[in-house]
């Protein structure tokens, strides 16, 4: 699959001047590639430059906004909407992480939800910028519905992603960082290329079955919510997508629900939508609002060390902590550079060639 | 198995002269009992007076102290650590909303960590002290380790709950209030009282293989995180369940992972504990540290409809909005009184004659 093989650096570049091109201003246009190459080297393929034609697409629709003029809607000491004047998620969730960052520096903890904003890429990426500076970062978005609740064959909900950071002392942070979904919509790819079954449980037909047909989401099927039946859970994760939803957009201002508007831009969004754009919701709490660092940190260590030594089922596969195999893959891929599947190299140049850029 | 059906004063009573007669304070007898009748007034049985006599017998071993002085131990304007002083977790964790809520009044938001504390009854209690204010609610809590985490055979985590409530306008708040395994060690209780066995995905052995056996946990098994295996997400319910520990104990200095102290009196708790206590987490956001109250809740309004209106897979059951079955419960059993199974109340009738006061 992974033909193609190209420095950070070299994405990188080509990142910024795709954005550059597009007419973001310099310093945009290197934070929203940062948080592309960001998952890239994560090994989080799905969301990395993977998605740079989809974002270019709705840019040339005028869905997203070059140049947007962030605004602060509403606020208290450790609150506040943010709008972001449908500009990339690439740019508008790092404003607001910034500012949730400075309430909590002022005041323990800072609390932003985003309303007209786009798909923002990984929500580890935000949460990691409140660690930086030893705090516990969360981060949510919602997204486009494919998502059928519980009981229902509508697709009402996205895979709503939820992000919990944690630093530690002599270990990386500790970063659960989830779709609130069975599976991902990233997983389905992969069967599909692969000419695979899905296992059951991770989607439905367009009546409410499960089945194993890895197309089944073009024939109006639908992911499966965290616990993918009612008897395993799956109105937890009903309940945890829901959460999403409220504090990213009814909480905002923002689309929610099956009116979050489409990441691709060959749908168009529903006529009478209830808020703008997408919602994200952002916050970072001081661990010295709570206990000394050095404290928090050493028992952080002991967790660490006691998890990673529970008995394994099978010897070799050891516990793995939340966040440590991304960890791995930035810290072998920064060296060893970032792997591309083929259609992505084709994508890429596709969008070098209508924007007259240099390709990869 | 419900012979015996009791007003909801009356047992209200019962339990506050329960708490009274082993020298909790008036005002703490009242507020310990009503976290309790509120869970079975919910339908939430597993957590109200059926717990009772856990509590009286872990204040016999005197691990529960009827009298605690609870402190604030760190503070900033938005964040609390709390220490319980081992009281109960029914008084201690009320304390702490409280606080979280007035930071929220002063600031926008509240977060309150707390340790040295014992078993807090239902999450949603608190969350909904924070939705009478207009306020969005958030409560979790660690627990007694009976949960292995994904790919491992060791107990190393709670049920640990996770709730988020959210004010409504015409219709009642919504309230996601979930443990992160898979099933919550009540239903184990149920189909053992049935003889029946348990769908796979619930529980594993002692060596790691999925199993039905609703005895498991007693001979070395262990509960499942909410996903049930890797295929299905368990590591994500084991992320969720860890967030809910590192939040409430490694942040506020309380025990954590396996060393979380036993519920149950009869199992004492490991040397050289990393903490004190259980440890809790909740917090408090002001609506309109966002947006004004009124277009929140109108929004809330148009998601529930949205929601409900979703098309059911099987047309005689629709979707459930979470926290609406426990409001119905609490409807009807506010007029028809408390169904109690035979055990309970023998149970609470052996309290009673222990502590020479009537019994119910």
Known sequence: ?????????????????????????????????????????????????????????????????????????????????????????????????????????????GWVSVRNSNHFGIAGYYALEAVRKDMIGIAMTNASPLVAPTFTTERLLGTNPMCYAFPAGKYPPVIVDMATSAAANGKLEIAQRAGKPLPEGWVQTNSGETTTDSHALKSGGSLLPLGSDREHGSHKGFGLSATVDLLSAVLSGANYGPWVPPFVSFLDPLPDLPGLGIGHFVGAMRVDGFRPVEDFKTHMDKWIERFKSAKPIDGSQPLIIPGEPELEAEAQRKINGIPLVNSVVKDLNEVAAMLGIEGI
């Open 1 to 109: 699959m992974s033909s193609f093989i190209i420095q950070e650096q070299n994405l990188r570049n080509f990142t910024e001047a795709v954005f550059k091109k597009i007419g973001c201003p310099e310093a945009d246009a290197k934070l929203a590639a940062d948080v592309l190459i960001a998952s890239d080297l994560r090994g989080i393929d799905s969301h990395g430059v993977a998605r740079l034609s989809g974002y270019i697409r709705l840019w040339e629709k005028k869905r997203i906004n070059a140049t947007p003029k962030i605004t602060i809607v509403h606020e208290t000491p450790t609150t506040a909407t943010v709008d972001g004047d449908s500009g990339l998620g690439l740019v508008v969730a790092p404003f607001a992480m910034k500012l949730a960052i400075e309430k909590a520096e002022k005041y323990g903890s």
